[in-house]
Each structure stands twice: as structure tokens, then as C-alpha cells.
Nanobody, 126 residues
């Protein structure tokens, strides 16, 4: 059984920092690129960041670049999202997604991530 469990969300104030975690099981974690997506109320799903299977490369949406950092610990089968300088616009449910094994192209499309966690709520207030 494949499981992705996102955690670490909470109620934050603008300017604060928060680290999200996504623990995985039931899949070959170190062979898969991982990504974070988010969905704000009434908005479409938004790609946030991707990290390659070995952590060699990272990619970010313009809205979070220079504030968020994605990382992974393959020994723990876990991917992280360090969020700094949180803004009101960061309020969303954050989801962790996994690609199929051995992909080589960057994708920001939901359909290219067949495995998903339940998401964790991040709420940023002023």
C-alpha cells in the first residue's frame, strides 16, 4: 500500500517560518521525484516545488522562490518543505505528490503525480 502523509501545517502569522513534512511508505522513494502542491480555497491546484529523486535538482514556482526550500531524506523516505517569510497568499492545503519511477522531465501537472497524500492545512494571518 502506498501512503504519503503530509504534516506540519498550522496557524501562522505573516513573516513566520514553518516546515512541512511528507513521510512515505509502500513505494520506492529514492527512485521518484517528489513535489509539493497547494490549493487555496476557491482556487485551482497550484504546483509549488519539485525535487529530483536524489535531491540533485530543485525547482520552485515564482510565487515561493527564495522563500521556500524543498529537501529530502531518502533514508527516512521523507520530503520536506521549509517555508520562510510566510505570506497571506500562502494559505492553502499543502499536498505531497510522488511521480512514477525514473522520470527525467520536470512536470508541474497534477496528472504526472500518481501518488498523493491527504494534505496539511497552512493558514497565515496578519
Amino acid at each position: 500500500e502506498v501512503q504519503l502523509q503530509a504534516s506540519g501545517g498550522g496557524l501562522m502569522q505573516a513573516g513566520d517560518s514553518l516546515r512541512l513534512s511528507c513521510a512515505s511508505s509502500g513505494l520506492t522513494f529514492n527512485s521518484r521525484a517528489m513535489a509539493w502542491f497547494r490549493q487555496a480555497p476557491g482556487k485551482e491546484l497550484e504546483w509549488v516545488s519539485t525535487i529530483t529523486s536524489g535531491g540533485e535538482r530543485t525547482y520552485y514556482a515564482d510565487s515561493v522562490k527564495d522563500r521556500f526550500t524543498i529537501s529530502r531524506d531518502n533514508a527516512k523516505n521523507t520530503v520536506y518543505l521549509q517555508m520562510n517569510d510566510l505570506k497571506l497568499e500562502d494559505t492553502a492545503v499543502y499536498y505531497c505528490g510522488a511521480r512514477n519511477k525514473y522520470t527525467t522531465n520536470l512536470s508541474t501537472r497534477r496528472r504526472d503525480y500518481p501518488y498523493w497524500g491527504q494534505g496539511t492545512q497552512v493558514t497565515v494571518s496578519s
